[in-house]
């Protein structure tokens, strides 16, 4: 039997009924169209379906729908600024820090989960926070030199 979800999504506010079984990426992706979130492995194991769930990076293909009720929840779409793209965006396309960009969406958010906490992390740090993240095609570094260009853009901009 369905039952009644309240999220909050990049700052706008959804009702909506969902089957208990329904997963946090199933309703963003499906029913509410956030297809920046990507389902990939679909097991927990590949980070690709990351957001950020009341200020932690999660992964939303191993969160019930439910168990996201009444909270808030930041998707790649929420990144950028109207035309202008967050500073996390911008590093990862001047870094070069993706190719076919399947598992960016979820390496930026988890990015983001790490610098609103931590504004001048360590390559050591950010290798931590991004571990789990699988990426096929472009090479750690440089997701990881990304990330450390971001958080001075982030510094330089408070
Ligand atoms: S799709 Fe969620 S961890 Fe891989
Ligand atoms: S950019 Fe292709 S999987 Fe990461």
Not at 72 to 83: M, P, Q, R, S, Y
């Amino acid at each position: 039997m369905k039952k009644e979800l309240n999220l909050v999504v990049n700052g706008e506010s959804y009702n909506l009924w969902v089957e208990p079984g329904t997963l946090l990426v199933q309703v963003l992706r499906d029913e509410l169209g956030f297809k920046g979130t990507k389902r990939s492995c679909d097991s927990g194991s590949c980070c690709a379906c990351t957001v950020i769930l009341d200020g932690k990076a999660v992964k939303s293909c191993s969160i019930l729908a439910l168990q996201a009720n009444g909270k808030k929840v930041l998707t790649v779409e929420g990144l950028a600024d109207g035309a202008n793209l967050h500073p996390i965006q911008q590093a990862f396309i001047d870094n070069w820090a993706f190719q076919c960009g399947f598992c960016t969406s979820g390496q930026m958010m988890a990015a983001k989960a790490l610098l609103d906490e931590n504004d001048n992390p360590t390559r050591e740090e950010i290798q931590r926070a991004m571990d789990g993240h699988l990426c096929r095609c472009t090479g750690y570094n440089m997701i990881n030199e990304a990330i450390q260009d971001a958080a001075k853009r982030l510094r330089e901009r408070k």
